[in-house]
């Protein structure tokens, strides 16, 4: 089973060849990934969620569901959403409403954060295709991300329970709030570590544990239960970024569907890029951050000779071993959980993180 919707379009990728653009799911091959498998593994509540998702796009102003649908239909992986059907079954609960329109929220709220992301990052391909900021503007994309913030909120009180409204609405405030201290760190090559990680656990890995937490929640899981997945979560979503930012780098357009190298043009202060800086050979490496990263002034060839000083440097392998104690903290934090299928299948979640650096 997988969500309905897919659409596999070709594309041509920087080498020129004909490849299969990104779907719903980054990995063709013959084995499901772990992606696919959570999928079959949640059928029904999968399908239902799409459903919701679909539903909810719809407004009289035509432009909301036609962005919402280009952005559905391109294919994400819906990894979040997934996460908290998952967590609800650990605890027992399929085909449960609450659990479902909190699923439909966190995918909500994701897509809000990615429309209001490509318009600050100036990013012209999601998922394959144009962002909705270059097909629409900003202003609509904006506004849009408004929208779908707004229906989230109005799912997550249908779902009828204040305490995970309160875990979703601040983990909303949070996302935000790391986007914001994210513009205040771009261009900074003296960004302290500690600050770059408050910031990816800000923005990215704040909405992975909720997910996480909030289905183990709507499924009357014990809180030191809901907590585990919490932190599986958390730890999760900061190997995911992770992986992202060296992927920004070090990544294939056609397989990613989004633009190599807009961190590097946008002056992104990643871990690749604050190890490349640090481990820099000699002050001529030191003036080409300064000016590329630190000034943003840029010349041909200079996104060519960034990944060759993080060659150097091992910048993007370091990122990754990063990601990969991550992932290991993730998986610890799932022993704490109950046994069974779900279980297994977010083991592997977890190794397909870094899988996609591969
Ligand atoms: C993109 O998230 C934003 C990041 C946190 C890197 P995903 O890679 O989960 O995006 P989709 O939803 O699958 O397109
Ligand atoms: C993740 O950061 C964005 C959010 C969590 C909102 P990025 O800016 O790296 O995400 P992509 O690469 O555009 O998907
Ligand atoms: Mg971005
Ligand atoms: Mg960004
Ligand atoms: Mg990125």
């Not at 659990?99 to 966190?106: C, E, F, N, P």
């Not at 937490?213 to 970024?241: C, F, I, N, P, T």
């Not at 903290?329 to 977010?346: H, I, Q």
Request: proline fraction near 2%; include cysteine.
């Amino acid at each position: 089973v997988s969500w309905p919707a897919r659409t596999y379009d070709h594309k041509t990728n920087d080498e020129g060849a004909r490849v299969t653009a990104l779907a719903s799911f980054p990995n063709d091959a013959a084995a499901p990934d772990a992606a696919s498998k959570l999928a079959e593994l949640l059928a029904g509540d999968v399908a239902a969620v799409d459903a919701i998702i679909h539903d909810r796009l719809a407004s009289q102003a035509a432009v909301i569901p036609a962005i919402g649908e280009h952005l559905v239909n391109a294919g994400g992986k819906r990894l979040r959403p997934m996460l908290t059907l998952a967590a609800a079954k650990m605890f027992g609960a399929s085909g449960h409403d609450g659990a479902q329109k909190l699923s439909a929220a966190v995918e909500f709220i994701h897509t809000a954060t990615l429309l209001h992301d490509d318009v600050v990052d100036e990013s012209k391909k999601r998922r394959g295709q144009a962002t909705a900021n270059v097909v629409w503007g900003n202003a609509t994309s904006v506004l849009v991300g408004d929208f779908l913030f707004s229906r989230a909120f109005e799912l997550m009180v249908e779902a009828g329970d204040l305490t995970i409204l309160d875990l979703l609405a601040r983990t909303a405030a949070i996302i935000s709030e790391g986007e914001v201290m994210q513009l205040g760190t771009q261009r900074q090559l003296d960004t302290a570590r500690e600050t770059h990680f408050a910031v990816i656990e800000a923005k990215t890995a704040a909405l992975f544990s909720a997910a996480g937490k909030s289905g183990a929640m709507a499924a009357g899981a014990s809180q030191s239960a809901a907590e585990a997945l919490a932190v599986y979560g958390k730890e999760l979503g900061v190997a995911y970024q992770l992986v992202d930012d060296a992927l920004d780098y070090s990544g294939r357009e056609a397989r990613l569907g989004k633009s190599v190298g807009d961190d590097f043009r946008e002056g992104k202060m990643t871990l690749p890029v604050i190890l490349a800086y640090e481990g820099a050979d000699g002050q001529a490496d030191r003036d080409f951050w300064v000016r590329t990263i630190g000034e943003g002034i840029y010349e041909d060839g200079d996104f060519q000779k960034a990944l060759d000083l993080m060659a150097g440097c091992k910048a993007v392998e370091t990122s990754l071993r990063e990601a990969e104690k991550r992932v290991s903290r993730a998986l610890s934090a799932l022993e704490e959980t109950p046994a069974g299928d779900v279980r297994t299948v977010l083991r592997e979640l977890a190794s397909f993180t870094l899988e996609r650096s591969q």
